[in-house]
């Protein structure tokens, strides 16, 4: 597994969008979340997408560079993403996810290519493939990727926007997969073993997909990371929530930072906890991390 990026890109592939929150709109989408989080890690990060000729679109711009996150997203003639966010009690989100929007057309560009050429790890989901330009999009920058990429499926599932062949695709393509519980009894439903408890539903992709790592979180219930043969386990920091809008991203940014840095994974397990835990404190998917928290 490749451990030296030097100047390889840590890349987030698929959607960028504004996250309409009661509090205001935040900019995020898993993909640019996930590549803002590990370009705090001091990695040179990449949020690849599309936006639309307009007024989002501009802001989009501005707020990336705002918070130095260099960008590959070709304008095309659909309109920039939005997500309608509700947050119960507790600040956990359910999302209302505008359709034909400019992610969902990602063009495959010059520029896209020349990042998946010098790409030493990329972040996917599910959301961005249910269009099949966007979709191809992902497979053809995967295609180009090197051997010692790391490449990791954020399951991500959203509404109605998956399928069973579109997530047997990306686990056949990733080395790592990310996925919660609640995504993981949809999968186990999905491929037919809903009678196994999750750490034996783990395993068992594990060794269908010859992962190298399935990183699994449970909320409040703690979280695991697992590798051939090993198992690592963290529980969830007790604290005061905002929302918990991105803290899903920023564990998988701060993860793959530290493992790409040289940490062990039971290390890079626990600092991605840690951050993910103040990411919940705060509101929007992208604050600014604290230096006591960056590996």
Same mark, same amino acid.
């Given at each position: 597994?490749?451990?030296? *990026?030097?100047?390889? #890109?840590? =890349?987030?592939?698929?959607?960028?969008l504004?996250? &309409?929150?009661?509090?205001?709109?935040? *900019?995020?989408?898993?993909p640019?979340?996930? $590549?803002?989080?590990?370009?705090?890690?001091?990695?040179?990060?990449?949020?690849?997408?599309? /936006?639309?000729? !307009? =007024?989002?679109?501009?802001?989009?711009?501005? +707020?990336?560079?705002?918070?130095?996150?260099?960008?590959?997203?070709?304008?095309v !003639?659909?309109?920039t993403?939005?997500?309608?966010?509700? *947050?119960d009690?507790?600040?956990?989100?359910? @999302?209302? /996810?505008?359709q034909n929007?400019?992610?969902?057309n990602?063009?495959?560009?010059?520029?896209i290519?020349?990042?998946?050429?010098?790409?030493? $790890?990329?972040?996917?989901?599910?959301?961005?493939?249910?269009?099949?330009?966007?979709?191809?999009?992902? #497979?053809?920058?995967?295609d #180009?990727?090197p051997?010692?990429?790391l490449?990791?499926?954020?399951?991500?599932?959203?509404?109605?926007?998956?399928s069973?062949?579109?997530i047997?695709?990306?686990?056949?393509?990733?080395?790592?997969?990310? /996925?919660?519980?609640?995504?993981?009894?949809?999968?186990?439903?999905?491929?037919? #073993?809903?009678?196994?408890?999750?750490?034996?539903?783990?395993?068992? /992709?594990?060794?269908?997909?010859?992962l190298?790592? +399935? =990183?699994?979180?449970?909320? &409040?219930?703690?979280s695991?990371?697992?590798?051939?043969?090993?198992?690592s386990?963290?529980?969830?920091?007790?604290?005061?929530?905002?929302d918990?809008?991105? %803290?899903?991203?920023?564990?998988?940014?701060?993860?793959? %930072?530290?493992?790409?840095?040289?940490?062990?994974?039971?290390? %890079?397990?626990?600092?991605?906890?840690?951050?993910?835990? @103040?990411?919940?404190?705060?509101?929007?998917?992208?604050?600014?991390?604290?230096?006591?928290? *960056?590996?």
């Amino acid at each position: 597994m490749n451990t030296n *990026l030097k100047k390889k #890109y840590c =890349v987030g592939l698929g959607e960028i969008l504004f996250d &309409v929150l009661p509090t205001g709109s935040q *900019l995020g989408g898993a993909p640019a979340n996930f $590549a803002y989080h590990a370009g705090q890690h001091g990695l040179p990060s990449v949020a690849v997408s599309a /936006i639309g000729n !307009d =007024v989002l679109g501009t802001q989009a711009l501005r +707020l990336l560079d705002e918070k130095q996150l260099k960008h590959v997203l070709p304008v095309v !003639d659909y309109p920039t993403g939005t997500v309608q966010v509700e *947050l119960d009690k507790d600040g956990v989100p359910t @999302y209302d /996810i505008k359709q034909n929007v400019a992610w969902d057309n990602i063009p495959f560009t010059h520029d896209i290519r020349e990042v998946a050429i010098g790409c030493g $790890a990329v972040c996917w989901g599910s959301l961005a493939q249910r269009n099949t330009v966007s979709r191809d999009t992902i #497979y053809r920058f995967l295609d #180009y990727t090197p051997m010692d990429c790391l490449k990791i499926f954020d399951i991500n599932l959203r509404q109605n926007f998956y399928s069973k062949e579109v997530i047997c695709e990306s686990l056949k393509r990733c080395n790592i997969l990310k /996925i919660n519980d609640e995504e993981l009894v949809t999968i186990g439903r999905m491929f037919g #073993y809903p009678g196994l408890d999750i750490e034996n539903k783990c395993w068992l /992709i594990l060794g269908k997909y010859d992962l190298d790592m +399935l =990183v699994l979180t449970c909320g &409040v219930n703690g979280s695991y990371v697992f590798t051939p043969g090993n198992l690592s386990f963290q529980e969830t920091p007790k604290v005061e929530v905002a929302d918990t809008v991105g %803290a899903g991203d920023s564990f998988t940014g701060t993860f793959c %930072a530290c493992i790409l840095k040289g940490m062990s994974v039971p290390e %890079a397990h626990k600092r991605a906890v840690e951050v993910s835990a @103040y990411v919940c404190t705060q509101q929007g998917a992208m604050p600014e991390i604290p230096q006591e928290l *960056l590996g």
